[in-house]
């Protein structure tokens, strides 16, 4: 439960979300459920459902940015602000998202296209979003109850919801209760329990069924509930709620099924990261062998390497995919990912030994790397073998400004770099053979 619950922070971020959107997701739709009388088996795959509902939101980033442009978390968080289904509601949105920060002929040009495509495009965002998400839960081995919940969460009770226009009965009950728990959580964030009440009310048997509005407006009678919501720390309060059978111990088969899952989360973001993070982990393994890790040792840095990028999901794609020269606020948003990196894992209980030495990969020996800046015996030879095996991949990999180099090329930078005393030169040795062979 903890693993999930830690990670799903990023998802938040993701999404544009305050951070603990989908914790507090949960606990509304698990007194929801409560109230309905759903039995433990189906509160366990509610429970595991409401705290992935966004796992795959980081499928159609790109997608969307290529779409509206501007800045995608703000347009994502606002599309749940936003009643969609209405044309003049939708017109406001395109107007106030659609290439945000460019030229006024840009923004015009980009609302005109959504007025062609959008209804094509709105589909496709959902279908690759839940698809995606679903596919997520089931790597992750949880059942195909709460798959089903995520794929189809954003259907609504009279049938104008997405991706298949499902009507009534035929959306999944559990899928029911994300839609409405997730409204509920972020009209509160906005003002509070008589937003979150008004929410219900104005879209019951429409996104709602008359049987879920009425729970959703019963539990804003609670204001116990709500107050404890708002002061305590969400993911210790999933703790005291959570069924039994979701208080699975992680063993490392299942740590590792996580792991790799929200690895493909990361890469998913950009089309430059596609199996960015599964690569970088089979260099640094491949480098920590030749360096003689022990068998432990090597299992913790593959960990800390899949999970290395996980702070780039709160980076918009609108940066990640860039073509030309960053700005200096731009560049502050990349180098932040590495604290988010660290504050995401150290928030887990099993991942914290993991957070310094994956938070590190871009800190450098001379001292000239970020956030921290760390400098010589301050990084691990975890931490040394991780920031060759990024740089490594970045070089051997396209981007948007450059082909990927082959490897004589990235040998000589690989070299010159810990010639000059920024990367670990036992690492570059390593790397550099591991390439070779």
């Given amino acids: 439960m903890d693993v999930i619950a830690g990670l799903s922070r990023a998802l938040d971020i993701t999404e544009g979300h305050p951070r603990g959107h989908s914790a507090r997701s949960c606990l509304i739709g698990m007194a929801i459920g409560a109230e309905l009388g759903l039995d433990d088996t189906e509160r366990a795959d509610l429970f595991h459902a409401l705290l992935l509902k966004d796992a795959g939101c980081s499928s159609n980033a790109a997608r969307l940015h290529q779409l509206i442009g501007g800045q995608d978390q703000a347009a994502k968080h606002a599309v749940w602000m936003t009643d969609w289904r209405s044309w003049p509601a939708k017109i406001r949105y395109s107007v106030e998202y659609a290439g945000k920060g460019e030229r006024p002929w840009q923004r015009a040009v980009r609302v005109a296209r959504l007025a062609v495509i959008g209804p094509r495009a709105e589909r496709e965002l959902f279908q690759i979003r839940c698809?995606?998400?679903?596919?997520?839960?089931?790597?992750?081995?949880?059942?195909?109850?709460?798959?089903?919940?995520?794929?189809?969460?954003?259907?609504?009770?009279?049938?104008?919801?997405?991706?298949?226009?499902?009507?009534?009965?035929?959306?999944?009950?559990?899928?029911?209760?994300?839609?409405?728990?997730?409204?509920?959580?972020?009209?509160?964030?906005?003002?509070?329990?008589?937003?979150?009440?008004?929410?219900?009310?104005?879209?019951?048997?429409?996104?709602?069924?008359?049987?879920?509005?009425?729970?959703?407006?019963?539990?804003?009678?609670?204001?116990?509930?709500?107050?404890?919501?708002?002061?305590?720390d969400p993911v210790r309060l999933l703790r005291e709620i959570a069924p039994a059978p979701a208080m699975v111990v992680a063993d490392d088969a299942r740590l590792d099924r996580v792991v790799e899952a929200f690895a493909g989360v990361i890469d998913a973001k950009s089309p430059y990261t596609h199996d960015h993070s599964r690569r970088v982990a089979d260099y640094a393994v491949a480098a920590g062998r030749r360096l003689g890790f022990s068998a432990?040792?090597?299992?913790?840095?593959?960990?800390?390497a899949l999970l290395h990028d996980i702070g780039k999901l709160g980076v918009s794609n609108g940066i990640l995919d860039k073509a030309g020269p960053l700005t200096p606020d731009e560049w502050r948003a990349v180098r932040a990912h590495t604290r988010h990196t660290y504050e995401i894992l150290d928030a887990v209980p099993v991942f914290s030994e993991l957070a310094d030495d994956a938070a590190a990969h871009h800190e450098r020996l001379d001292g000239g790397g970020y956030d921290r800046g760390l400098r010589g015996a301050a990084l691990s030879p975890s931490a040394r073998v991780l920031a060759v095996a990024d740089v490594t991949d970045a070089l051997r990999s396209d981007r948007p400004y450059r082909a990927g180099l082959d490897v004589e090329r990235v040998t000589a930078m690989l070299t010159a770099d810990a010639t000059a005393g920024k990367l670990c030169a036992q690492s570059v040795d390593a790397m550099v053979q591991a390439l070779h062979e």
């Fill in 131 to 232: 698809d995606r998400g679903a596919a997520i839960a089931l790597d992750i081995g949880l059942s195909p109850a709460t798959a089903a919940a995520i794929r189809w969460m954003d259907e609504h009770w009279d049938g104008g919801g997405q991706p298949e226009g499902l009507k009534g009965d035929r959306i999944p009950v559990l899928a029911q209760i994300i839609g409405l728990a997730q409204v509920m959580e972020l009209y509160w964030q906005e003002g509070g329990i008589d937003a979150a009440r008004e929410v219900v009310r104005r879209r019951r048997r429409r996104w709602f069924s008359p049987k879920l509005a009425t729970c959703g407006v019963a539990l804003c009678e609670r204001p116990d509930f709500w107050r404890r919501f708002g002061t305590m």
């Fill in 296 to 304: 432990e040792r090597l299992i913790r840095l593959r960990r800390a």
